[in-house]
C-alpha cells in the first residue's frame, strides 16, 4: 500500500498550490480520502475529506471557501485545491485512507510553507 503526496512548497499569502495524492495496493475507489495537515508543535488536524463517489464533502472552518478536495478514482488520486493562502496554513499534509475500522493508510506529507 503506498500513499504518496506531491505539490507541496513554498508559497506567498494569497497564493495558490494544489496537493495530489496517488494510491496503490489497496481498492482507492472503495475509500474515503482525507486531508490533514500537522503545523509544528500542533496536533495533526483534519483538513477536508470525499466520500467514495466524490459526490460529499467536508471541510474544517478555517479553510471553508479556500481549499476544495476531489478525487479521480480512474486515476486513483485525491487532490486538495489550496486558494487564497495563509500563514497559519503552513504545516506537513498528509493524505489519508479509510475503509472502515481496521483499513487505515497515512502518507508520507508533504511540506506546505506559506510565507513571503
Known amino acids: 500500500v503506498q500513499l504518496v503526496e506531491s505539490g507541496g512548497g513554498l508559497v506567498q499569502p494569497g497564493g495558490s498550490l494544489r496537493l495530489s495524492c496517488a494510491a496503490s495496493g489497496f481498492t482507492f475507489s472503495s475509500y474515503v480520502m482525507s486531508w490533514y495537515r500537522q503545523a509544528s508543535g500542533k496536533e495533526r488536524e483534519l483538513v477536508a475529506r470525499?466520500?467514495?463517489?466524490?459526490?460529499?464533502?467536508y471541510y474544517a472552518d478555517s479553510v471553508k471557501g479556500r481549499f476544495a478536495i476531489s478525487r479521480d478514482n480512474a486515476k486513483n488520486t485525491v487532490y486538495l485545491q489550496m486558494n487564497s493562502l495563509k500563514p497559519e496554513d503552513t504545516a506537513v499534509y498528509y493524505c489519508?485512507?479509510?475503509?472502515?475500522?481496521?483499513?487505515?493508510?497515512w502518507g508520507q506529507g508533504t511540506q506546505v510553507t506559506v510565507s513571503s
Open positions: 489519508y485512507a479509510q475503509n472502515g475500522i481496521y483499513n487505515r493508510y
Open positions: 470525499v466520500t467514495v463517489a466524490g459526490i460529499s464533502t
